[in-house]
């Protein structure tokens, strides 16, 4: 058999073993009872899936390395050049990631048996995900972020979906009489993570595309649509198929029609399987050619340089990040299922509230995908505003749409030993590393004291130049964003907050760091990350030093609108809270004929008799 051929029966290997591993872990943490008997065969799945994927891997490393040599040496020289290569060339090393990330998981799957351990063993997932998505079509394509962050996506919602089904199918027999509820968890998962795969291959194929109309005027566009209706359609007809008919079953009857309920899930995967292998053998319409010179921006950043800023290229010009797109879509459409499931059973929720999250949603889909990301990697002062929008505007309005609390009240919660969303919302809540950072004066600090952090260390030039690092930007400061607007104005779970003065002065000290932080930018004359800005090479707008002294201008002048609303919320709060223990101590009057204002006059006339007594 050719060695290419090998190759692809070495990747088709890893992949299947991934996903096994990924499927077995997943029962265990948010499906099974814990404590079930199908605990066990989920735990062997997961061990068996993950053995085969070191193997597959370090099978499919060798193998891709014997391919590029183009001949087999003997084999203590071949591993002998196996191995420097795998240090030196970036493809091999990032199969070695992935292998390495196998090992640690083989370890964690030998004592996963509790969904905590289960769910702690998937990090190792996601870090051979992330090299995996860094590696074949999307290490060349022409918009290499999105392509990488298309490619996670895909790979990480593939592994899940077809590794719960792989999982269910395999652990059937020990099932017994929780075959229903389990499918139940189990299809909403395998429902998300076909949503994953449709979005994510839509995002693939579209950048390589020349134009919108090749959708419909090329064959790989036709082939694209024809494969999202189609796994669109087979995804649909799963859920619909759990959502009408499983309900109106027994539970006997899921044991015995189990085949014939998971054929459509099993369907719905041959459907993506068969479209994508379609997709594969397909030439795109726009054509690989050498790249020219390379600018100065495109060498940095992977993108040309984007024109000179206005007012409306700020909101006008997207440039796509699927990861955040897909999740802040996910967080929008599920706080609305939260609100529509609080109202059908005749709960309230305020209409403020929703509106408020779907509005700090809203802000932070302008600064992942417009504007501000573009602008932000080329320009200090549009990074500033990026940044000083994600930490100070957007936590408040998500802070405001109480999701934490909102997710308590809708989601049902689990009495059978198994972890749901609730329960792991509630792990996280109540955990000591959450009390600990959500301690108003600890995210007051935090909330000041990472700025300097960042921007006074490796950490601002790494978030610059690696996409990962820059993810990893966007969900810390909004972490901590948050936990600062709760601590001061929010209704969310969380520890003892302090009386309303003193929350008013952790606030206004805060924003005087971050105004001190702005007036030394603006009297800085040292070029934070020189190996960027520095050497943009832009032919427009002000020099770099100039530039970063007017973010530092932002960084002061920004604050002031998040302070005034955060001063208000605290504000109306406080009269809130002093109303109602205004109204508390009515009713305890009128309940016990206002014995605490009587006690108080009889102390104060004790008082005046000693004090006559004496005087006299």
């Not at 495109?298 to 909101?315: C, Q």
Request: with cysteine; proline share 5%; glycine share 8%.
């Amino acid at each position: 058999m050719p060695v290419e051929a090998l190759v692809t029966v070495a990747a088709i290997v890893r992949d299947m073993s991934l996903a096994a591993t990924v499927g077995g872990l997943v029962l265990i943490a948010a499906v099974l009872p814990r404590g079930h008997a199908a605990v066990g065969r989920a735990a062997l799945v997961a061990r068996v899936g993950s053995i085969g994927w070191v193997l597959g891997s370090l099978a499919h490393s060798m193998l891709t390395y014997a391919s590029i040599r183009g001949s087999v040496p003997e084999a203590s020289r071949f591993l002998e050049e196996w191995w420097g290569f795998s240090q030196t060339v970036d493809l091999l090393a990032a199969y070695q990631q992935v292998t390495l990330a196998g090992l640690v998981a083989s370890v964690l799957c030998a004592v996963a048996r509790t969904p905590a351990v289960a769910a702690w063993s998937l990090l190792p997932v996601v870090w051979a995900v992330g090299w995996l998505a860094q590696t074949g079509h999307a290490a060349g394509a022409a918009d290499h972020h999105l392509a990488v962050s298309a490619m996670f996506l895909h790979i990480g919602g593939a592994a899940l979906w077809a590794g719960v089904i792989a999982a269910m199918l395999l652990v059937r027999s020990p099932l017994g009489g929780e075959a229903k509820e389990t499918m139940r968890r189990a299809s909403r998962l395998a429902a998300w993570a076909a949503a994953a795969v449709i979005v994510s291959g839509v995002a693939s194929g579209w950048i390589r595309l020349a134009a919108p109309a090749d959708l419909v005027t090329s064959d790989y566009g036709r082939i694209i649509l024809l494969k999202a209706a189609l796994m669109a359609g087979a995804a649909g007809l799963a859920v619909v198929h759990r959502s009408r008919f499983l309900p109106r079953l027994t539970e006997a009857q899921v044991r015995e029609r189990f085949w014939r309920l998971m054929a459509v899930d099993v369907a719905a995967l041959v459907f993506a399987m068969g479209a994508a292998g379609v997709l594969a053998s397909t030439a795109p319409p726009v054509p690989i050619v050498p790249l020219g010179e390379p600018s100065p921006a495109y060498l940095l950043t992977g993108y040309e340089l984007p024109p000179e800023p206005t007012a409306l290229a700020w909101v006008a010009q997207w440039r796509l990040e699927i990861l955040t797109a897909f999740t802040l879509g996910a967080a929008a459409i599920v706080y609305v299922r939260w609100v529509l499931r609080l109202l059908r059973r005749g709960d309230a929720w305020a209409w403020h509230r929703t509106a408020s999250w779907l509005a700090g949603v809203a802000v932070l889909v302008w600064i992942t995908q417009s504007g501000p990301s573009i602008y932000g990697m080329v320009l200090f002062s549009a990074h500033m505003l990026e940044h000083m929008v994600l930490v100070m505007v957007a936590p408040v309005l998500l802070t405001f749409g109480a999701p934490v609390t909102l997710a308590l009240r809708a989601l049902p919660a689990r009495r059978d030993g198994s972890k749901g969303p609730r329960e792991y919302l509630r792990a996280v809540v109540e955990s000591r590393w959450m009390r600990f950072w959500a301690q108003p004066v600890v995210a007051a600090v935090s909330f000041a004291g990472f700025l300097i952090v960042f921007y006074y260390s490796p950490l601002f030039e790494f978030a610059l130049s690696n996409h990962a690092g820059h993810l990893w930007m966007l969900v810390h400061f909004t972490v901590v964003g948050y936990l600062f607007a709760n601590a001061l104005v929010g209704i969310d779970p969380g520890p003892a907050r302090p009386g309303y003065p003193l929350r008013i002065v952790l606030l206004f000290a805060t924003m005087a760091f971050h105004a001190f932080f702005g007036v030394s930018l603006m009297m800085s004359t040292v070029l934070l990350a020189p190996r960027w800005f520095g050497l943009m090479g832009r032919d427009w707008g002000p020099d770099a030093l100039a530039d970063q002294q007017y973010g530092g201008q932002i960084a002061w002048g920004i604050g002031e609108l998040p302070v005034v609303l955060l001063a208000i919320g605290i504000v109306f709060a406080w009269r809130r809270a002093d109303a109602k223990e205004t109204r508390r101590r009515d009713r305890q009057a009128e309940r016990d004929d206002d014995a605490e204002l009587r006690a108080y006059n009889a102390m104060l006339a004790q008082t005046a008799r000693r004090d006559s007594g004496a005087s006299s």
